[in-house]
């Protein structure tokens, strides 16, 4: 597939650890909430896999999630080290792509991704490098096209991941596959860069990790019931004074997605 190629893509070269699974969590969240988005695009859909490492497993991965959900979407892994694109090239199919590039997300035809995600990429990036990375990313995307950037353990057991629309971010999702979890807070090193070096006293994201291991705690009783259970009640209850989205359907599936106001940075 040919692509608009700059002299110099945007970025650097990271670690490119990968694993096959690992972003399971966060695709089926996106296939969830981002589906719709998808099947109204007029033209068929484009996501980006930014970043997507040594292997090229996670883009396979997320045109098969997202196919599910919309079969003529488009997957387009765009990595910044030549040499894991040379390693992609072989996987690709009808419906996937891999380019070099950077945060300036070269695409074919400069066509607008409705989704770019950015899994365990900016985790590597000084803290003051994101809001201008946000802001490139976002200007890239389709009108109700979505950013999605965080970060997740090597096997994708914990996730957290912060939301952005084209006019800015929205929401921060913690994800962990819930009989692995001692106490919310466990999350709080899979925090996006944006917020990981703002959990400390004072930062609303420190009060929130600290009222979620609280309501956890409040709710131990029904840790009898399984830790579903244990973690519905935790989420209800937190609800009463952040402000809590989706639902109970994605709550069950070891999920809590707040507003992202609440838990930015002072
Ligand atoms: C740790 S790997 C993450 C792989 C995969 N996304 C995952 O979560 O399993 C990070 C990858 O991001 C790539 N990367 C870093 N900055 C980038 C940029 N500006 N544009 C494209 N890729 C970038 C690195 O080269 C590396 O291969």
Known sequence: MASRSPARPVGAVTRGTTNPNRLRRMDRWIAAVHGPALRRSPHPPVAVDLGYGAAPWTAVELLERLRGECAGTLVVGVEIAPERVAAAKPYERDGLAFVRGGFEVPLPGDRRPVLIRAANVLRQYDEDEVP??????????????????????????????????????????????????????????????????????????????????????????????????????????????????????????????????????R
């Open 132 to 265: 201008p990375v946000w802001e490139r990313l976002r200007e890239r995307l389709a009108p109700d096209g979505l950013l999605v950037e965080g970060t997740c353990d090597e096997i994708g057991r914990r996730h957290v991941w912060v939301t952005l629309g084209p006019e800015g971010p929205r929401t921060v999702t913690f994800a962990t596959r819930l009989g692995s979890l001692d106490m919310p807070s466990d999350l709080a090193e899979r925090l996006p860069k944006a917020l990981i070096h703002r959990n400390v006293p004072g930062e609303p994201v420190h009060a929130f990790l600290r009222d979620f291991d609280r309501a956890w705690s409040a709710a131990a009783p029904y840790a009898s019931l399984g830790a579903r259970q244990r973690w519905m009640r935790t989420v209800r209850a937190l609800s009463a004074d952040w402000p809590v989205t989706d639902g109970p359907r994605r709550w069950r599936q070891g999920e809590l997605t707040v507003r992202w106001e609440a838990l930015a940075p």
